[in-house]
């Protein structure tokens, strides 16, 4: 229940506080007094969109703030949800910057907008002159019905479930397609790995072998230099070996004079040992050092084909070609658990599908059921504000394809008048009847899906007289169970409300700005004698607005 709401800077409105009471609330004043304006700034907090050309004072924010009794625990499920702390007294505040930014907040936590409406929706419901299009809406004609059939487990299971059947379907033409482009290029990859892997490549191998192709195309060269410098060593005449041997015997008679020289003497010896050793090893490469026209034609041929695949692969080693042979073998091995992989899916989406046909039947037959409780009670309604012959009928289709509801369609047809065939609403309805038809409708959901408050915004559009008596007798029983609030322009509607508030306009130091004040008893009836006949009302129209009161 909306206990009140707190209005800051809004269109004509600087500073209003509205408390309002249980049952019905009625609402009036003159026309362009600022009645709209109040429900503008109501829809702020229940999510609507907002714009800060509407500011009362573009110097300042427009803060809009709504404290709600909330007696409905299956509001707490919603509140978990989105991590937020449940309390029977809650506020929800809108606060709009002059650049047009906005901020949301439920009991002082920041929320985005889609929390604050989704929350603000199982608050308050608003039903306006203009809102009566939706009677018109598909998803309209059916929640009408779903709400009577109370299945809403049931409905949230096959709707979670329909959800997750997109879901698999999406991934399926996924798999489906990523297999159909790589079958495409399965040749061509095929062909590259199988290339690759012929090759046999092995890490550092190039390296071994452009080291190895140095050797054989100067074989000849480093043959002639080790030859060379081994001779110098060791075979010549006279040879580096003999001058270092000659040397230390020359130390060696001397070395007991100087202990100097004794170690010059051994290190000399070490020296000749250590390039005795050298010229062995020269030898020794040089005999092995081979120039092999057969072995450099293999090792070139070698090369030219891991620089072949290099540039092919545009890479610049071999590393790299290793790499792309592992990605093309996980290629080619994906492509083959493909097929498994889409048979498994479609198994599932298969079941799944089973499952939503058993609850979309189930939501069928109830929906079978509910259909005649809502034509019935709707009729009675109807019966009850002066349209006696009119008859509505919700036509069931039953649909070939699944879908997020279920199996069914809805149709509304609407006839006001004996003998005349339901038809579309939109095509047989004048406006009076139209608004009529809606109220039976929103007291019908109102009572079944247990909402805290509806607002009623000049639905009487169309209506007068007897006729308007008798809405005001349905929208009174209605308040005994609900909170309502109705905007209205109508005595006899006016007379029925347990609350009456009359918004009226100001005109100050140049500026005009809407108020809104609690009316007495005895103001009542000043107010809703002008209502029948204008201002300064005579004696007659005092007398009827204490009747419609009593």
């Known amino acids: 229940m909306l206990q009140k709401i707190s209005i800051r800077n809004y269109a004509l409105i600087d500073s209003l506080d509205i408390d309002f009471d249980k049952g019905l609330n009625i609402i009036t004043g003159e026309t362009g007094a600022g009645k709209s304006i109040i429900l503008g700034a109501l829809s702020l907090i229940l999510g609507q969109r907002a714009e800060s050309k509407y500011f009362f004072s573009q110097d300042k924010k427009c803060v809009i703030e709504g404290n709600f009794l909330l007696a409905d625990q299956k509001l707490l499920e919603v509140f978990e949800e989105n991590d937020l702390d449940f309390a029977n007294e809650t506020i929800l ?10 901020r949301s907040f439920i009991n002082d936590t920041p929320v985005n907008l889609s ?19 939706e009677i018109n809406n598909a998803d309209f004609q059916l929640l009408i019905v779903d709400a009577l059939a109370n299945h809403q487990t049931v409905l949230f299971e096959y709707r979670t479930g329909f959800k997750r059947l997109k879901q698999g379907n999406n991934r399926l033409q996924k798999l ?18 199988n290339e690759l892997e012929q090759a046999s490549i092995k890490e550092g ?10 050797r054989l195309t100067h074989a000849e060269t480093i043959k002639r230099a080790l030859l060379t410098s081994a001779g110098l060593l060791n075979e010549g005449e006279p040879s580096g070996l003999q001058m ?13 004079f100087d202990p100097a020289i004794n170690v010059l003497f051994e290190r000399l010896r070490s020296s000749i040992i250590e390039v005795k050793d050298i010229a062995q090893e020269l030898s020794s490469i040089e005999e092995n050092t081979l120039h092999s026209a057969d072995r450099l034609e293999i090792v070139q041929q070698r090369l030219d084909l891991f620089y072949a695949l290099q540039q092919k692969h545009r890479v610049a080693g ?17 492509l083959l658990s493909s097929d498994e992989n889409i048979e498994s899916l479609q198994k599932e989406i298969d079941a799944l599908k089973k499952e939503l046909q058993k609850l979309a039947e189930q939501l069928s037959t109830n929906r079978k059921k509910a259909i005649k409780v809502v034509e019935q009670e709707t009729s009675n309604t109807l019966r009850k504000v002066g349209m006696p012959n009119a008859k509505l009928v919700l036509d069931q289709n039953k649909l070939t394809e699944l879908n997020k509801d279920g199996l069914d369609e809805i149709h509304l047809l609407f006839s006001a008048n004996a003998g005349q065939a339901p038809a579309p609403v939109n095509k047989v309805a004048s406006g009076g009847e139209l608004s009529r038809l809606m109220l039976a409708i929103k007291t019908l959901l109102a009572k079944h899906t247990s909402l805290p408050t509806i607002i009623f915004d000049e639905i009487d559009t169309g209506i007068s007289g007897e006729t308007a008596l008798k809405v005001g007798e349905v929208i009174s029983v209605l308040g005994e169970n609900m909170q309502v609030i109705s905007i209205t322009h109508l005595p006899q509607i006016a007379a029925k409300g347990h609350s009456h508030y009359f918004v009226y306009k100001n005109d100050e130091k140049g500026k005009t700005t ?4 609690k009316l007495k008893q005895d103001e009542r009836i000043g107010i809703i004698a002008e209502m029948l006949s204008g201002k300064n009302p005579g004696s007659s129209a005092i007398e009827n607005a204490k009747e419609l009161l009593a």
């Open 176 to 193: 489906i397609s990523d297999a159909t482009e790589a079958r495409s290029r399965q040749d061509y990859e095929q062909f590259l790995f």
């Open 93 to 102: 505040r809108r606060e709009i910057s002059i650049d047009g930014k906005t």
């Open 205 to 214: 191998e190039q390296e071994e072998l452009e080291l190895e192709l140095e």
């Open 244 to 256: 270092l041997k000659e040397a230390s015997l020359q130390l060696q008679a001397i070395e007991k």
């Open 318 to 334: 071999n590393t790299e070609l290793l790499e792309i042979q592992a990605q093309l073998e996980i290629n080619l091995n994906q």
């Open 115 to 133: 929390i604050l409406k989704q929350i603000g929706e199982r608050l308050i419901d608003i039903h306006s002159q203009h809102a009566t299009q």
């Open 514 to 517: 809407t108020g809104i004040r």
